[in-house]
């Protein structure tokens, strides 16, 4: 392998699906600003996902419903300060 190529912050990071509340912990270097306590009892830096392998429809093989207005109302209050007026 190369040297010093590889990021410095390599650790392992919980990543949380909020549509389940499906959790795994995995390495990476993604940034966090939150932290949980995992089923070891040790604490790891979180990052939340809006889907996951576990929640998505092509990996589960279900079609689900979702309320789309919401799910438009939810984007646009979410990225609101990114549009240009």
């Avoid at 830096?45 to 309320?67: C, E, N, R, Y």
Wanted: hydrophobic letters at 30%.
């Amino acid at each position: 392998m190369k040297k010093d190529i590889h990021p410095e912050n390599y650790r392992l990071v919980v990543f949380k699906d909020m549509t389940n509340d499906y959790s795994f912990v995995c390495h990476s270097c993604a940034p966090s600003t939150e932290d949980i306590e995992w089923e070891d009892g040790n604490t790891y830096p979180l990052v939340k996902l809006d889907i996951s392998h576990k929640s998505h429809p092509f990996f589960t093989g279900k079609a689900q419903f979702v309320d789309t207005a919401g799910r438009i109302d939810k984007f646009k209050n979410r990225y609101a300060r990114h549009i240009k007026k």
